[in-house]
Every structure is written in C-alpha cells, then in structure tokens.
C-alpha cells in the first residue's frame, strides 16, 4: 500500500533552517509528482510545493525564494529544505502524492518557529 513517511520537524527560532524529508513506498515514485502542504491551527491545509515526476519544482508565493523541493529517486524521497523561516509557517507539513485521483497523505511533521 501507499505510505509517506516525513520526518525532520522540530522548534526552530525565526530566521533558522529546517529540511524535512518524505520518504515514499508502495509507487512508482519516479513516476510520481508529490507535494508538500501544510496546515495551522483553525486554518485550511494549503499547497507549499510542489515536484514533477521529471523534477520541476513549484512554489506557493509565500515560501518563494526560502524554500527548495528537491528529490532523489534512487532513496524515493523528497526534501523540502525550508530557510528564512518565519512565526508564520508554524504548521503541520503533510506530503502528499496523487495517483488517479486519489490524495495519499503522510502522518505529518510538527513546525514550530518561535522564539
């Protein structure tokens, strides 16, 4: 079965660095666009970014220029490395992958930026 596992959240003061990671099974990942979302409290889960099967990464325009979405199709992982970060994108991070109209979802990683 599909599983998405993230892994790298944490407390971090604003202006710090985080790199979570996605580790996928059960898909063809290198055929597999995933995404990273994220969810604050009494909000709705929103699109941070997203990669291509071919490696094409997007961005949401509030993370554009401090985060990068890389990954590695040998370790069917995907990184999100996030800097510059900011009170505001305290939240869980979910990945994400689409296959067929279906949303899989990870379990989420916690991040907290506060001084």
């Known amino acids: 079965q599909v599983q998405l596992v993230e892994s790298g959240g944490g407390l971090v003061q604003p202006g710090g660095s985080l790199r979570l990671s996605c580790a996928a099974s059960g898909i063809m990942f290198s055929r597999s666009a995933m995404g990273w979302y994220r969810q604050a409290p009494e909000k709705q889960r929103e699109l941070v970014a997203s990669?291509?099967?071919?490696?094409?990464?997007a961005y949401a325009e509030f993370v554009e220029g401090r985060f990068t979405l890389s990954r590695d199709n040998a370790k069917n992982t995907v990184y999100l490395q996030m800097n510059t970060l900011k009170p505001e994108d305290t939240a869980v991070y979910y990945c994400n992958v689409n296959l067929w109209g279906v949303d899989y979802w990870g379990q989420g990683t916690q991040v907290t930026v506060s001084s």
């Open positions: 990669i291509s099967a071919g490696g094409s990464p």
